[in-house]
Nanobody, 118 residues
Framework: QVQLVESGGGLVQPGGSLRLSCAAS????????VNWYRQSPGKERELVAS???????YYADSAKGRFSISRDNAKATVYLQMNSLKPEDTAVYYC????????????WGQGTQVTVSS
C-alpha cells in the first residue's frame, strides 16, 4: 500500500522558517517525481515546487528565492525548506508523487497545515 506522509507544518511568525517532509512508502521512490502543492480556503490548489526523479527542480514564482525542494532517495523523502514565510503562505501543504519511469501512478498525502501569523 502506497503512503505519503507529510510532516513539519505548524504555526510560525512572519519571516520565520519551516521544513516540511514527505515520507513515501510502498513504492519505488526513485521512479517518481514529487510535487508540493498548497491550498488555502476559497482558493484552488496550486503547485509550489517540484523535483523530478533525476533531481531537477521547479518553483512557482511565489516560492522562488524563499523555498527549496530536495529529495533523499535513500530515505524515500522529499523536503520543502520554507524561509521568509509570509501570511499569504498560510495553507494546507500536500505532497504528490507522480511516476516518471515504468508505467503510471499518482499518489497524494493527507496534507499538513502551515499557518504564518503573528
Amino acid at each position: 500500500q502506497v503512503q505519503l506522509v507529510e510532516s513539519g507544518g505548524g504555526l510560525v511568525q512572519p519571516g520565520g522558517s519551516l521544513r516540511l517532509s514527505c515520507a513515501a512508502s510502498g513504492l519505488t521512490f526513485s521512479r517518481y517525481g514529487v510535487n508540493w502543492y498548497r491550498q488555502s480556503p476559497g482558493k484552488e490548489r496550486e503547485l509550489v515546487a517540484s523535483t523530478s526523479r533525476s533531481g531537477g527542480t521547479y518553483y512557482a514564482d511565489s516560492a522562488k528565492g524563499r523555498f527549496s525542494i530536495s529529495r533523499d532517495n535513500a530515505k524515500a523523502t522529499v523536503y520543502l525548506q520554507m524561509n521568509s514565510l509570509k501570511p499569504e503562505d498560510t495553507a494546507v501543504y500536500y505532497c504528490n508523487a507522480v511516476k516518471e519511469l515504468g508505467g503510471t501512478g499518482m499518489y497524494w498525502g493527507q496534507g499538513t497545515q502551515v499557518t504564518v501569523s503573528s
